[in-house]
């Protein structure tokens, strides 16, 4: 597992710093997670910490690009619903956060993942609001693992984004892989040479 | 007619509901596991599994919603925090967890199934046998 660690370590300090809605935004009870997110606009560092495994609470720092700011965010998440059979999950989650500049930044939004050994799928759609302006980010997430791997095996996902905000107004669909194994997992995308990257670490 | 068919029905829902619940609690022989399995895998995996233990007690567990490997993590942090758990072994393909526990350890059923809920997926089934 050693390589591993180096393996995020490494990619961490490669890639420039950016945000929007994580997957998995809770752990479970008593379990910690810790993100790093960049693409195009914005990156960030997460933290969460879930009580129980209906919610979880964290803090974020965003380092938006778009509109060259610094700013810290106290985010939670909820668990809606959720859905286990013996082949599928199946969840739906709320999310908000309120940023540390001043009362007039929030966000909030709501997420949804579906998900087998094979195939996974996920949306979102969140609304931040600023002091200058108020924008808001929808994201649609389409998968499938080429192979169907054990536990503790590397995991490899081949995967579809497609991404709109409210500022560009336009749709990004770009490709990207997931690879996960033991606590740590990775998601490379690029399009348009904008790095779309998301590391994790549960613990 | 219906007075004939009635108490039939009724009689046949209890015994399927006793087994059910019998299935859940029940500690078992060699031979009763394998008949309950009804898979070569699942009993392939027991073996693996039990090869170098003894005096112990398995649990096996049928677990709904365990579709991710990133997402089972905290099955097996949780249940190594018991200090009597001695083993874990989760199977994605089974869709099962076995863990073993020292033979002094009173199993707590819905205690597991607390266990499996706090970590996001559902345990169904619950079988325990004793090596």
């Known amino acids: 597992m050693g390589i591993y660690k180096y393996l995020i ?6 890639f420039p710093l950016s945000n929007e809605v994580y997957a998995r935004p809770i752990s479970w009870s008593g379990g910690s997670t810790f993100m790093y997110k960049t693409d195009s606009m914005k990156s960030s560092y997460y933290y969460h910490y879930s009580p129980l495994y209906r919610y979880s609470l964290g803090v974020e720092y965003v380092n938006d690009r778009h509109f060259n ?12 619903d959720r859905e286990n059979t013996k082949s599928s999950q199946r969840n739906f989650y709320i999310t908000g956060g309120l940023s540390t500049k001043s009362s007039d930044n929030f966000i909030y939004g709501i997420q949804g993942d579906w998900e087998t050994r094979r ?10 609001h600023t002091k200058t302006k108020d924008f808001s980010e929808s994201e649609i997430q389409l998968g499938i693992a080429p192979y169907l791997g054990e536990y ?10 497609a991404k709109k905000n409210t500022i560009d107004n336009d749709w990004n669909v770009y490709p990207f892989v997931k690879f996960f194994k033991g606590d740590f997992l990775i998601e490379l995308g690029t399009k348009n040479s904008h790095w779309d990257i998301h590391y994790m670490i549960r613990f | 007619m219906i007075k004939k068919i009635l108490p039939i029905v009724v009689l046949v829902s209890c015994n399927i509901y006793a087994m059910d619940k019998m299935h859940e609690h029940k500690s078992l022989n060699n031979d009763e596991y394998k008949t309950i399995t009804h898979s070569s895998d699942a009993n392939n995996m027991f073996v693996e599994f039990t090869t170098s233990l003894s005096n112990m007690q398995i649990v096996v567990v049928d677990v709904n919603g365990m579709v991710c490997d990133f997402c089972a993590r905290g ?17 994605l393909e089974q869709g099962k967890v076995l863990i073993a526990y ?20 559902t345990a169904t089934d ?3 046998k004793n090596i």
């Not at chain 1, 195939?119 to 931040?128: D, F, K, M, P, R």
Request: proline share 0%; hydrophobic share 40%; net charge neutral.
């Open chain 2, 126 to 128: 619950i079988i325990i």
């Open chain 1, 69 to 80: 700011d610094q700013y810290f965010n106290l985010r939670g998440t909820y668990l809606l």
């Open chain 1, 119 to 128: 195939l996974y799928s996920a949306i979102s759609h969140t609304n931040q």
């Open chain 1, 152 to 161: 503790d095996d590397l995991h490899s996902w081949i995967m579809v984004k």
């Open chain 2, 75 to 91: 099955i097996e942090k949780t249940f190594y925090n018991d200090n009597d758990v001695k083993k874990v072994k989760v199977s």
């Open chain 2, 102 to 121: 020292s033979l002094n350890k009173k199993v707590d059923l819905d205690e597991i199934k607390n266990i499996f809920l706090s970590n996001g997926q």
């Open chain 1, 9 to 14: 370590v490494i990619l961490v300090l490669i």
